[in-house]
């Protein structure tokens, strides 16, 4: 099993920028893809954007797409979701998660999560 801590939460108005870090414990991370998801109170979990064990594909949510930009660094066992042009709709407990596989694939199970982290996005 991989333990995923998430950072770089907080509190930014609309039109800003965070970055969101996970550091993973364990081996093998580098032959892990990984993803993103959030939740936003009384609505349902929903993915965010995930990667390939290399950072050679990567997919994003229509809702983020443009705004978002997902990325890892294998020798620090890290991924970063950076956002940009935040909107109040993106506030949500941001959650990371790793597969056991290195691949994209539709659909695909994530079997590591971390406890998540709150984005909030003021007016």
């Known amino acids: 099993q991989v333990q995923l801590v998430e950072s770089g939460g907080g509190l930014v108005q609309a039109g800003g920028s965070l970055r969101l870090s996970c550091a993973a414990s364990?081996?093998?991370?580098?032959?892990?893809?990984m993803g993103w998801f959030r939740q936003a109170p009384g609505k349902e979990r929903e993915v965010v954007a995930a990667i390939s064990w290399s950072g050679g594909s990567t997919t994003y949510a229509d809702s983020v797409k443009g705004r978002f930009t997902i990325s890892r660094d294998n020798a620090k066992n890290t991924v970063y979701l950076q956002m940009n042009s935040l909107k109040p709709e993106d506030t949500a407990v941001y959650y990371c998660a790793g597969a056991i596989v290195g691949w994209l694939s539709a659909p695909m199970k994530f079997d590591y999560w971390g406890q998540g982290i709150q984005v909030t996005v003021s007016s």
């Open positions: 364990g081996r093998g991370f580098s032959s892990n893809a």
